[in-house]
């Protein structure tokens, strides 16, 4: 009996996982990418790009390639967004080599630091979103 009960309580919270987790998103979401330059020519690759929404509070980050190409690894709630960037932080999960440290870019305007400064719009679609951003 006891067997049993394991087995169906074990059934309905794989169910009711599986149903919060996965499938489809509650709301709709786009795919972000594009390119990010500094005067004309590719952002410096230690930097990541956020895109904060201040009506919802939904963020997200990706990494700025070697030319300037960035892509948000994660489907995108759709709406509208400010971008800034931060330096790029190496987390060290496993704690086997001392912290990189973190140093701030300084060829980078200040006002793209914080998306209360920011002047990097982007609304997102649903569907593939390619954004082309010059700081200057």
Request: aromatic share 8%; hydrophobic share 40%; glycine share 8%.
């Amino acid at each position: 009996m006891f067997r049993l009960a394991a087995i169906l309580l074990f059934s309905c919270v794989a169910i009711a996982t599986n149903l919060g987790c996965g499938g489809s998103q509650p709301y709709p979401v786009g795919d972000v990418s594009g390119k990010l330059t500094l005067r004309g020519k590719p952002a410096p690759a230690d930097l990541e790009i956020f895109f904060m929404s201040q009506k919802t509070g939904a963020a997200y980050k990706a990494a700025i390639g070697a030319d300037g190409a960035f892509a948000v690894e994660e489907p995108v709630r759709v709406g509208e967004y400010v971008a800034y960037v931060q330096p790029a932080v190496d987390l060290n999960m496993d704690m086997s080599a001392p912290p990189k440290p973190v140093s701030v870019n300084s060829s980078v305007p200040k006002k793209y630091s914080n998306d209360s400064q920011s002047d990097l719009l982007a609304s997102v679609q649903e569907g593939k979103n390619d954004f082309q951003f010059d700081m200057k």
